[in-house]
């Protein structure tokens, strides 16, 4: 099965400072894959997308993720965070028949003005 | 404008009733998805349905129903056999729920919160 995993639980920054989140997933086959940002009290919105081409993503807001086929990872880089970048991130990818999403547990993103 | 609109944005229910909540979209799109949303556990599929008259358990179907009697609703029903109901619930919907190449991720409506009181 499938399966998503996001290992940072919680990561506080201050702001200006660099951001990397991990997310590595387990599935052998052809994936599309994404990350989602919740701000606090709001839904879920696409940050960017993974499908095909070149690995490296940009998505809104200065964010972006590179796709390593051979380390089954997409990580979510921005250069230089900002307080608005509070938040909880997922990385969530989708592979196999029935195409449904897979989402990691989530990373809270803290930023310290 | 299109999106997704679920209600109500809290629920409050007793224990042992059975409660539904609303999930309707205005984006043609094909596939509809709910997922329940704990506190360092991510977002789980509770169903799925990629077809008008049509849907499938994902990983955590016990103790929920739902119907997808038209395109546009996908309402997801929390019986009382539902140990620990109380959660925050999206729903989601998708241009294509088939195959490996979904390019378009999903979209998400605000979510409910449910508690059992």
């Known amino acids: 099965a499938q399966s998503v995993s996001q290992h940072n639980h919680h990561v506080i920054l201050s702001e200006a400072a660099s951001l990397e989140l991990g997310c590595n997933y387990s599935y052998g086959g052809t994936v599309n894959l994404f990350w989602y940002v919740q701000y606090p009290g709001q839904h879920l919105q696409l940050l960017l997308k993974y499908f095909s081409g070149d690995p490296l993503v940009k998505g809104i807001k200065g964010f972006e993720a590179e796709f390593i086929k051979s380390k089954f990872s997409f990580n979510l880089r921005k250069p230089s965070v900002q307080w608005s970048d509070t938040a909880e991130y997922f990385c969530a990818v989708n592979g196999g028949s029935q195409g449904n999403l897979i989402f990691g547990k989530g990373t809270k993103l803290s930023v310290k003005p | 404008d299109g999106g997704i609109t679920q209600s109500p944005k809290y629920l409050f229910r007793k224990e042992g009733q059975n409660v539904t909540l609303s999930c309707e979209q205005n984006?043609?799109?094909?596939?509809m998805y709910w997922y329940r949303q704990d506190p360092g556990q991510g977002l789980r599929l509770i169903y799925y349905s990629q077809i008008v008259n049509d849907f499938q358990k994902g990983d955590i179907a016990e103790g929920y129903s739902v119907s997808r009697e038209k395109k546009e609703s996908f309402p997801l029903t929390v019986t009382s056999a539902q140990k620990n109901p109380t959660a925050f619930y999206l729903c989601?919907?998708?241009?294509?729920?088939?195959?490996?190449?979904?390019?378009?991720?999903?979209?998400f409506g605000s979510g409910t919160r449910l508690t059992v009181v």
């Open positions: 989601a919907s998708s241009m294509s729920g088939k195959g490996i190449h979904n390019p378009y991720g999903y979209t």
């Open positions: 984006l043609n799109h094909d596939a």
